[in-house]
């Protein structure tokens, strides 16, 4: 079964940036569109954008486009989300997962991201 690990997260002020990592066990993300997640308290967990294996499509929830970047290293089995000019409100755990998430994809445990005004 397939482990996902995401790190990275941190405290940043307002504009500062990020770099999570996702990377996974038991399972490869060959062949397979990986996503990236946040829930911020007392919200319900949102997509925040994906990348396709096969052509490196990228595709990004509106809230971040512009700010955010997603990059995957096939070979090394690791998903990438660039956060930079990093509002309050990207304040939230990050999750990465495939897409789209099935009910059997299990979850990592994310990583913490928290922007300070």
């Known amino acids: 079964q397939v482990q996902l690990v995401e790190s990275g997260g941190g405290l940043v002020q307002t504009g500062g940036s990020l770099r999570l990592s996702c990377a996974a066990s038991g399972e490869t993300f060959s062949g397979f569109t990986m996503g990236w997640f946040r829930q911020a308290p007392g919200k319900e967990r949102e997509f925040v954008g994906g990348?396709?294996?096969?052509?490196?499509?990228?595709f990004y929830a509106d809230a971040v486009k512009g700010r955010f970047t997603i990059s995957r290293d096939n070979a090394k089995n690791m998903v990438y989300l660039q956060m930079n000019s990093l509002k309050p409100e990207d304040t939230a755990v990050y999750y990465c997962?495939?897409?789209?998430?099935?009910?059997?994809?299990?979850w990592g445990q994310g990583t913490q991201v928290t922007v300070s005004s």
């Open positions: 990348i396709r294996w096969s052509d490196f499509y990228i």
């Open positions: 997962n495939f897409w789209p998430v099935s009910a059997s994809d299990p």
